[in-house]
T-cell receptor, first 113, second 113 residues
Framework: NAGVTQTPKFQVLKTGQSMTLQCAQDMNHNSMYWYRQDPGMGLRLIYY???????DKGEVPNGYNVSRLNKREFSLRLESAAPSQTSVYFC????????????FGSGTRLTVV | EDQVTQSPEALRLQEGESSSLNCSYT??????LFWYRQDPGKGPEFLFT???AGEEKEKERLKATLTKKESFLHITAPKPEDSATYLCAVQALGGGSQGNLIFGKGTKLSVKP
């Protein structure tokens, strides 16, 4: 099925460990995004990539890095995980216009202990 | 500062009992206002985009309206399958990070049979 695929779906890390969250879309979208969703906080933008080859910081970028590997793939890396990074992470993509909104993946639930 | 506030935080309805969800926004020039539906354990699913005051859009039992300061999501004769969290987001005019979506915290709707 066409859409946004995120891996893994669940992950438990120890404080200080590193990991990369993977995201791929097969809709030929130009723009891709990483959000985190915390109870009572809503969705907050971490990083985004307006087009292949570009990345920019969002609202809460500290502690994260991203790579736009190609037009399909956009990864999020935690270099040294902290308990404050326990959250649900969503990747999204958009064609670049706003008429059809963003398409979201099903999320990665990350727990840092 | 651009901001989105949704109310109520939670709403319980009986099947067939119509009601409305509110989204108040402050933005330096509105490019678009979005409504999303989010089911537990899943990513947000796009519902509507509204662009200017007075605009209305409908989808099945849902109708979204927009004024200069707020948007309403009207639910007519809801069914249990309408139970979900409904998210509102705004996109401001301007490029770069200003053009990214700002989400509210959502309204959790429960419809009892």
């Amino acid at each position: 099925n066409a859409g946004v695929t995120q891996t893994p779906k669940f992950q438990v890390l120890k404080t200080g460990q590193s990991m990369t969250l993977q995201c791929a879309q097969d809709m030929n979208h130009n723009s891709m995004y990483w959000y985190r969703q915390d109870p009572g906080m809503g969705l907050r933008l971490i990083y985004y990539s307006a087009s292949e080859g570009t990345t920019d910081k969002g609202e809460v970028p500290n502690g994260y890095n991203v790579s736009r590997l190609n037009k399909r793939e956009f990864s999020l890396r935690l270099e040294s995980a902290a308990p404050s990074q326990t959250s649900v992470y969503f990747c999204a993509s958009s064609v670049g216009t706003i008429d059809v909104g963003y398409t979201f993946g099903s999320g990665t639930r990350l727990t840092v202990v | 500062e651009d901001q989105v506030t949704q109310s109520p935080e939670a709403l319980r309805l009986q099947e067939g009992e119509s009601s409305s969800l509110n989204c108040s926004y402050t933005v330096s020039g509105l490019r678009g206002l979005f409504w999303y539906r989010q089911d537990p354990g899943k990513g947000p699913e796009f519902l509507f985009t509204l662009y200017s005051a007075g605009e209305e859009k409908e989808k099945e039992r849902l109708k979204a309206t927009l004024t200069k300061k707020e948007s309403f999501l009207h639910i007519t004769a809801p069914k249990p399958e309408d139970s979900a969290t409904y998210l509102c987001a705004v996109q401001a005019l301007g490029g770069g990070s200003q053009g990214n979506l700002i989400f509210g915290k959502g309204t959790k709707l429960s419809v009892k049979p």
